[in-house]
């Protein structure tokens, strides 16, 4: 759970829903029209009703493309995403400015993320910065490699997709977390982009403290 509280200085503005597709089971990806700039890496409130308290999510995709699109996966019982799970095309969504100063940059690095936590990156890699990056995404099976035909054109032998609970052609079995552990010689002098849940985020990072990766070399967005 997490959002932005209603208080006065947050402002919301309506968009018109454009799209709202089911990539995946319980897993959607909704498209609106961009009409303000922001950076790779920044995250909106959204909400149903103007009064509503806003859930944050990453935008994920590109700074110069012409629609915002957001990953989000439903949970149950949850206040936001079952009812956001409903809107179809014209429905109107409450958003407010995007913020955040999660930012990739040109440098060489490594985005390491679970799930939904792939958007931030994602957005980068449409925003100009995957051309250097080692990208290795974790999830539970098969079918939540979001945007993977576009990855794995892209990226080859840099995009590693980690499958806990299923096998696959091309994937590494088991957690990202056993694929950091059994990596050797990962360089010592660039970054590391976390992005996921506390979990995800926490064990990732001991990792890579444990072999050498200074602290300030870890940079972690977590979905809370
Ligand atoms: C910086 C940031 C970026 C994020 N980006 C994304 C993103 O790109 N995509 C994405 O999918 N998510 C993202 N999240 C998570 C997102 O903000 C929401 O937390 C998530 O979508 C759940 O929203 P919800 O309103 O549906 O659920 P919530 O109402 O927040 O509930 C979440 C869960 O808690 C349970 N719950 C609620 N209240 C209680 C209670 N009182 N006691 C016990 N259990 C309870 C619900 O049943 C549900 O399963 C991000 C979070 C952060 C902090």
């Not at 080859?156 to 552990?181: A, D, M």
């Not at 010689?185 to 982009?193: A, G």
Request: glycine residues 8%.
């Amino acid at each position: 759970m997490n959002s932005v509280e209603s208080k006065p200085n947050v402002k919301f503005k309506s968009v018109t829903i454009i799209s709202n597709t089911e990539i995946s089971p319980n897993v959607f990806l909704l498209s609106f029209k961009r009409d303000f700039t922001f950076r790779a890496g920044q995250v909106l409130g959204l909400a149903m009703a103007s009064t509503d308290d806003a859930r944050l999510y990453s935008i994920a995709s590109g700074e110069n493309d012409p629609n915002i699109d957001i990953l989000y996966n439903i949970k149950p019982g949850g206040k936001l995403t079952p009812s956001l799970a409903e809107l179809r095309t014209d429905d109107t969504l409450w958003i407010t400015v995007p913020f955040g100063s999660y930012a990739g940059s040109s440098e060489p690095a490594y985005w390491i993320a679970a799930g939904t936590g792939i958007a931030p990156f994602y957005s980068m890699y449409r925003s100009g910065m995957g051309d250097n990056k080692i990208m290795i995404h974790g999830s539970r099976t098969l079918d939540a490699f979001y945007f993977s035909d576009k990855l794995n054109n892209d990226f080859g032998p840099r995009y590693i997709r980690c499958c806990s609970q299923q096998e696959g052609e091309g994937v590494y079995h088991g957690r990202v977390t056993q694929y950091l552990e059994q990596s050797d010689n990962l360089p010592l002098d660039q970054k590391y982009y976390l992005c996921g849940s506390a979990e995800m985020v926490v064990e990732c990072r001991e990792i890579l403290l444990s072999k050498g990766v200074p602290f300030s070399n870890v940079v972690a967005e977590i979905y809370f």
